[in-house]
């Protein structure tokens, strides 16, 4: 029997990973999601799958929570915290646990660039170097923006107030938090991807532009798109009570779309899924209509 534990289970990923295991037949006794609150996890325990508490920064905690454990999707920490030590804290333990394969969620970075993107890059990169050094068997997810968040970069009320952003016709290949961890949930649930990397990048291509224009078809109404620049995007953030090193991180990301560091695709997902994920304009009906 295979014990598969799911770390960040009370994220948006994490849950939703289990959810999908759940609903691809794997028996709730051999799913275990591991969060620093056991308590916000009652609908799963429900279910029967067991709920492991620590933390990413507690050794001793992750020691217990691997326990009889085979398989760990190490969900990533988030941004401005220690993720060198956090990621590399829970490699070590599942090793000396005898855990056998981890899947982690990485960043998509495009092929020969050497872009930055503070908080984020050089993690990723030491985690992916420390993970393939570890004697375990991988798996590196590489994943695109999320598009059912691609609103944190553009006004809370684009319709009125239009998208103003430092980027153009930049392309992106989004997909949802939830179609990402249905391809996690597949990847633990088969065989054969020990070892391998796979790119998520979604089925349709999007710009900022473009959303600005499939926002004003789904309204019925012109919907303005405004190039700025860089410490424009961050003064208005600043403006709007987003402190400054948030604003500076989420301006990057734009920049990265811009410069089309999110752009690849190269089907892994859709294989995954069986299907094409779902198109930008989807997503938006999902919320406007």
């Known amino acids: 029997m295979t014990k598969i534990l799911v770390t960040g289970a009370t994220g948006a990923i994490g849950k939703s990973t289990i959810e999908h295991l759940l609903k691809k037949g794997v028996p709730s006794n051999q799913i ?7 308590e916000s996890l009652k609908d799963l325990a429900a279910k029967g799958v067991e709920i492991r508490e620590g933390d990413y920064s507690d050794y001793n905690s992750l020691l217990h929570a691997f326990e009889g454990v085979d ?8 941004a401005f915290t220690d993720r060198f030590t956090q990621h590399y804290n829970i490699i070590t333990a599942a090793r000396q646990m005898g855990v056998k394969h981890i899947v982690y969620m990485s960043i998509m970075r495009k092929e020969g660039s050497g872009r930055i993107i503070s908080e984020v890059t050089d993690s990723d990169r030491f985690t992916e170097q420390v993970l393939k050094s570890s004697g375990l068997d991988y798996t ?3 994943h695109p923006p999320f ?3 691609l609103s944190f ?13 430092p980027a153009n016709e930049g392309k992106m290949a989004p997909a949802t938090r939830d179609e990402l961890a249905e391809a996690h949930a597949e990847i633990l649930s088969t065989p054969g991807h020990e070892n391998k990397t796979y790119s998520l990048g979604g089925s349709y291509h999007i710009s900022f532009s473009e959303i600005a224009k499939v926002l004003s078809e789904i309204k019925g109404q012109p919907v303005s798109f405004t190039t700025i620049t860089a410490e ?8 709007k009570g987003v402190a400054r090193h948030v604003a500076e991180f989420l301006t990057s990301w734009v920049m990265a779309i ?7 695709q190269a089907g892994d997902l859709e294989r995954l899924l069986g299907r094409k994920t779902k198109s930008f304009r989807d997503v938006l009906e999902t919320f406007f209509v």
């Open 153 to 165: 970069y553009y006004d809370s009320n684009p319709i009125e107030n239009g998208i103003k952003v």
């Open 258 to 264: 811009e410069g089309g560091e999110f752009e690849h």
């Open 140 to 142: 590196v997810l590489y």
């Open 71 to 78: 398989k760990v999707m190490l969900t990533s920490a988030v």
């Open 147 to 149: 598009a059912d968040l």
């Open 32 to 38: 275990i999601g591991f969060s620093r609150k056991k």
């Open 232 to 239: 424009e995007y961050i003064d208005g953030m600043i403006e």
